[in-house]
């Protein structure tokens, strides 16, 4: 299996920045895809990226140039660097993992227990 754990979180103001990190172990195959996800109180599960072993990285529409993400395989960790802020980012972000292949369409396996980011106007 893998284990995920997400940290950086917190509140900002719109237009802020925040950077979230994700630490995962477990087994490698089973890590190859690491996605972000983000549910908002009374709205469905949304997928923001998901980025592959081999540096392939994919966003949702809605936070295309604005989010980045990196991978440090060594240190075995994902981050989403989020600029330009707006209220409508705040939500629970989780990080997951599965095998390949690596979509954002696809189903993930392992979750983290997520981070709270809050964006007040």
């Known amino acids: 299996g893998v284990q995920l754990v997400e940290s950086g979180g917190g509140s900002v103001q719109a237009g802020g920045s925040l950077r979230l990190s994700c630490q995962f172990s477990g087994d490698t195959d089973s890590s190859y895809c690491i996605g972000w996800f983000r549910q908002a109180p009374g709205k469905e599960r949304e997928a923001v990226a998901a980025n592959d072993r081999d540096g392939i990285t994919s966003y949702a529409n809605s936070v295309k140039g604005r989010f980045t993400v990196s991978r440090n395989n060594a240190k075995h960790s994902l981050y989403l660097q989020m600029n330009t802020l707006k209220p409508d980012d705040t939500a629970t972000y989780y990080c997951?993992?599965?095998?390949?292949?690596?979509?954002?369409?696809?189903?993930?396996?392992?979750w983290g227990q997520g981070t709270q980011v809050t964006v007040s106007s």
């Open positions: 997951a993992a599965r095998g390949w292949p690596c979509s954002m369409r696809r189903e993930f396996g392992y």
